[in-house]
């Protein structure tokens, strides 16, 4: 019983992670379109002037790192979810 209980909970597991690779990549993606969109209504633009795409790039650039760190970092090892427990008594 305790088998299927703990294979249950690494498959729940596994899929919230592939959830969040998965949510990542669409992130990604939509980064890039938008972005690329951006540079090239300033590119055809008759006055280019200053490259104000980058604020975008950017700010949305900071969101897509730590996006991508919270979908790729490792899962908790249970040495420290136990010094967590203890810790909270």
Same mark, same amino acid.
């Given at each position: 019983?305790?088998? *299927? ?6 498959? %729940?597991? &596994?899929?919230? #992670? ?16 938008? *972005? ?6 300033? %590119?055809? &633009?008759?006055? #280019? ?14 969101g897509i790192v730590l996006h991508g760190w ?20």
């Amino acid at each position: 019983m305790e088998a *299927n209980a703990e294979e249950q909970s690494r498959r %729940a597991r &596994a899929l919230r #992670r592939l959830k969040k690779k998965r949510e990542f990549a669409t992130h990604v993606a939509v980064y890039v379109v938008v *972005n690329v969109f951006l540079i090239i209504l300033w %590119a055809t &633009a008759d006055d #280019r002037g200053f490259f104000w795409p980058m604020y975008p790039l950017l700010g949305w650039g900071i969101g897509i790192v730590l996006h991508g760190w919270d979908a790729y970092r490792g899962e908790p090892t249970e040495e420290q979810i136990r010094k967590e427990m203890d810790r909270m008594g």
